[in-house]
DNA sequence: ATCTGCCAGGCACTTACTTCA
DNA sequence: GCTGAAGTAAGTGCCTGGCAG
C-alpha cells in the first residue's frame, strides 16, 4: 500500500490525498463520464476561457500556435526544461498544479515546479494527452533498476521518481510498459522456438516416412533368408539383421541370428532396439 | 466464519505522439 | 517537406487480492 510506505518516507497522508494512481482514478472515472467529451471540442486559443488553456494543447497545435504568440515563452511551455538539466523534454509543459502523487511538507512547492502534466491535473478538462520523452538517462536509471526488480512497491516507485524529476504515476506506467515489453519479446522468442521445433519435427517426421516406406519395399522384396522358416525369425527393422525368436543360443552365422527377438519400438528410440 | 464494498496494483488493449528512414 | 513504420508514454477497463466493517 502507498500509505505504509508514503509513512515510510516521512511524507503526510493525513491531507487525505492519497496514492498516485487508483485512488484518484477511480474518483476520476466518475468525473469522466460528464466530462470526457469536453476535449472534443475545438479549441484553438491560449486564453483560460472555459478552463483550457496552452498547457493542455497537444504540441502540435502549441507549436502551430507559438509561431505566431509569443507572449507564453518556453517558460511556459517547458518549465521542467529550464529548471532541471536532466528532465526530460515534453511537448508541452505542466500546470503547476500540486501533484497528487507527491505527499505534503516541503516537496509540494518543488513539485510545483517541476511536476508534469498528468490526466490527474487535467482530464477534467478532457484535453489531449500529453507526450514525454525520457532522457536517456532517465531511461537508463529505469532500465537498471527493472534489471533490479521488475515490479516496484511503492517506497521504491517514490525514490525512483525523486531521482529522477518524474511523478510516481511516470515511473509506474514505465514499468507496466517495460514488462509488457518484456513478455512480448519472450513471446516473440518463444514462438521462433517453436517454428523452429515444428520444422525439426516436420523433417524428423519426413526422415521416418521415408524409412518406412522402404522398409515397406523391401518387405515386398524378401531376401533369400526370409525364406526361412518365419515363425523363428524376425528381422530388427532398425538395423535389418535377422533375428532368431525362438532362439536361446548365440548368434550364429553372417546374419547373426540373436538370442532374443527384437522388438522395435519407434516412438523410445529409433536405434534402440540393437 | 462469511459476505460485501472499497482500494490498490497489475495486465491487456488501445490511443496519441515522437522519431526516423 | 511528406509519409509510413516503429517505438513508447499514457489512458482505459477489467481482474484480483487485501482489508475493514
Known amino acids: ?68 504568440d509569443d507572449q507564453l515563452g518556453d517558460d511556459h511551455l517547458q518549465p521542467q526544461a529550464s529548471c532541471f538539466s536532466g528532465v526530460s523534454s515534453y511537448s508541452n509543459s505542466s500546470s503547476v498544479k500540486r501533484d497528487k502523487d507527491h505527499l505534503g511538507g516541503e516537496d509540494v512547492e518543488v513539485e510545483k515546479v517541476y511536476s508534469r502534466v498528468s490526466t490527474e491535473d487535467l482530464d477534467e478538462e478532457g484535453s489531449p494527452r500529453k507526450k514525454l520523452r525520457l532522457t536517456k538517462e532517465q531511461s537508463a536509471t529505469l532500465e537498471d533498476s527493472f534489471r533490479e526488480h521488475t515490479t516496484l512497491n511503492p517506497k521504491q516507485k517514490q525514490e525512483l521518481a525523486r531521482k529522477l524529476n518524474l511523478r510516481p ?38 526422415k521416418l516416412k521415408k524409412e518406412l516406406q522402404e522398409l515397406k519395399a523391401s518387405k515386398l522384396t524378401p531376401p533369400f533368408y526370409m525364406q526361412l522358416p518365419t515363425a523363428t525369425i524376425t528381422v530388427c527393422p532398425s538395423c535389418e539383421r535377422v533375428c532368431n525368436g525362438a532362439g536361446d543360443g548365440p548368434p550364429a552365422g553372417p546374419f547373426s541370428i540373436g538370442a532374443k527377438p527384437h522388438f522395435f519400438n519407434p516412438f523410445t528410440h529409433p536405434s534402440a532396439a540393437c
Open 1 to 68: 500500500m502507498d500509505s505504509d510506505d508514503d509513512c515510510a518516507t516521512g511524507l503526510d497522508l493525513g491531507l487525505g490525498l492519497g496514492s498516485d494512481h487508483h485512488h484518484h482514478e477511480q474518483h476520476k472515472k466518475k468525473l469522466i463520464m460528464s466530462l470526457k467529451y469536453d476535449h472534443l471540442m475545438p479549441s484553438l486559443t491560449l486564453g483560460p476561457s472555459g478552463g483550457r488553456d496552452a498547457y493542455q494543447m497537444p504540441a502540435a497545435k502549441i507549436e502551430a500556435i507559438r509561431v505566431g
Open 169 to 206: 504515476r511516470q515511473v509506474e506506467v514505465w514499468f507496466q510498459n517495460r514488462r509488457a515489453r518484456t513478455k512480448l519479446k519472450q513471446t516473440e522468442a518463444d514462438c521462433e522456438l517453436l517454428k523452429k521445433c515444428c520444422d525439426t519435427l516436420t523433417e524428423e517426421n519426413k
